[in-house]
């Protein structure tokens, strides 16, 4: 089979993200020293915490959120990597997005059906939902020998 199935963050929209929030900081940061007026400064400092916290994303851009190959799955989990090979699956799917909070993800169960595993999918990641449908559903279809 071809190249091995990955997503990645969007290291560009977190880019963009990272200094519009780290700009946006620094000038209500100069209004609440010029105007002394505390509201700015408290909107100065939720745009810089929000800014660093994006730039997290861009820290780890290079490795991947998700890999499916010939092999099986692997997934960045809460405490590092997870590797599944397809026969230790039992169920993969890609769960659409439900209501505003909830993106889209695709989500892997092991074939006991006690643990399972999600990777988030959308507009911060370099693949869509409906691509990823495809990718792993051939992949699946290749590796049932």
């Known amino acids: 089979m071809d190249d091995a199935f990955e997503i990645r963050r969007r290291t560009g929209l ?15 940061g100069w209004l609440a020293l ?8 408290v909107i100065a400092g939720v745009l810089l915490v929000l800014g660093l916290n994006l730039a997290r994303g861009l820290r780890d851009a290079r490795t991947p959120l998700f890999v499916a ?6 997934l960045r989990g ?26 889209p993800r695709i ?4 074939t006991d059906g006690r643990r399972f595993y999600t990777s988030p999918l959308g507009l911060a990641t370099s693949s ?16 049932a020998y």
């Open 78 to 103: 809460e405490r590092g990597w997870v590797g599944l090979l397809w026969s230790e699956l039992g169920e993969i799917k890609v769960e659409p997005r439900e209501g505003v909070r909830h993106d």
């Open 69 to 74: 190959d010939d092999h099986g799955v692997r």
């Open 107 to 110: 989500k892997v169960v092991s």
């Open 128 to 143: 869509s939902p409906q691509e990823a449908e495809v990718q792993l559903a051939r992949r699946r279809e290749a590796a």
């Open 14 to 28: 977190y880019l963009v993200l990272v200094l519009l929030c780290l700009a946006l900081a620094g000038g209500f």
């Open 34 to 41: 010029d105007r002394r007026e505390p509201l700015h400064g």
